[in-house]
């Protein structure tokens, strides 16, 4: 068994490395997608590219953001692998919190082909500004140890079992997902096949500093697609509280919360439960017309 990330980036140059040393740790290769980066993300993608084998700068697109901007490399690759071989979809903010291989060999024994995976959602908080502010918290320092105060409040297919035959719309469905609170279903890719029981732990730092914060938020302010989770270029605005998480140190299980899990489940049940009232009027539109 070999693991393939594809991992499709936009300004994330304060933390890609970080992102692409630690995917390097388990994955036989990870798959670059830049989408029209404005700052030095692709240079040094380019640059760990020259220098480890593993990391590949895939393909740089202007086009607008979507998650089909991901399948070129599995389009491209996909029939060279095995049906033992798995993909990783990584983002560039993120880092699997457990080595996979254990989590997709148990996953294969069931068998499954999909293994969903719990995202931990890091977020800076008052105690981390306060950092910043007199100058302890700088960007020399991973973001490991920058970021502490987490909720794991959501879930989502990460990594899928490789299919050689067929293409990629052969091999996945499209279908509506639960999204966040606020925004409708936003298209996503759903692997066809059974889904594993146990779920893989996945750390998400998109909030890391004023500075960036304040660049994702522009980056992102007066586009349809992110109207619902953005409405400011205010940094503050997406500031959290520590008191309402969890605090991570080394060596600790991850927690889950109340607060977290009503989060995700009642989110999934809106989904739902919306879903099942468009299909009813689908039919009857179909039965009166």
Not at 113 to 129: C, G, L, R, S
Not at 188 to 210: E, S, T
Not at 240 to 249: E, V
Request: charged residues 35%; hydrophobic residues 35%; contains cysteine.
């Amino acid at each position: 068994m070999k693991l393939y990330a594809i991992c499709l980036v936009k300004n994330e140059d304060d933390v890609i490395g970080q992102t692409l040393a630690h995917a390097a740790r388990y994955c036989d290769g990870i798959f670059v997608i830049d989408n029209g980066s404005t700052d030095g993300t692709w240079d040094i993608v380019r640059d760990l590219a020259a220098r480890d084998p593993r990391i590949v700068a895939f393909a740089r697109t202007l086009e607008p953001y979507d998650d089909a901007l991901r399948w070129p490399p599995y389009e491209e690759y996909h029939g060279r692998l095995s049906d033992d071989d798995w993909w990783l979809i990584l983002d560039g903010d993120e880092f699997l919190a457990e080595d996979p291989r254990p989590v997709i060999a148990e996953a294969s024994r069931e068998p499954a082909e999909v293994i969903n995976a719990w995202q931990i959602q890091f977020y800076y908080t008052e105690k981390d500004h306060a950092a910043w502010l007199a100058g302890e918290d700088t960007r020399d320092r991973p973001i490991f140890e920058r970021r502490r105060h987490y909720r794991i409040d959501w879930q989502e297919p990460r990594l899928f079992r490789n299919r050689r035959e067929g293409t990629w719309e052969d091999a996945y469905l499209r279908r509506k997902l639960p999204a966040p609170r606020g925004e409708d279903g936003q298209e996503g890719p759903v692997r066809v096949g059974r889904i594993a029981r146990r779920k893989i732990l996945n750390r998400h730092f998109q909030y890391r500093d004023p500075e960036q914060i304040e660049k994702r938020l522009r980056l992102r302010y007066g586009h349809a697609k992110f109207a619902a989770q953005v409405d400011s270029t205010d940094w503050r605005t997406k500031m959290r509280s520590s008191r309402h998480l969890h605090c991570h140190r080394p060596g600790e299980r991850w927690h889950f919360s109340a607060s977290g899990l009503t989060y995700y489940y009642s989110s999934w049940m809106r989904y739902v439960l919306k879903s099942r009232v468009q299909r009813a009027q689908r039919r009857f539109a179909e039965v009166i017309g």
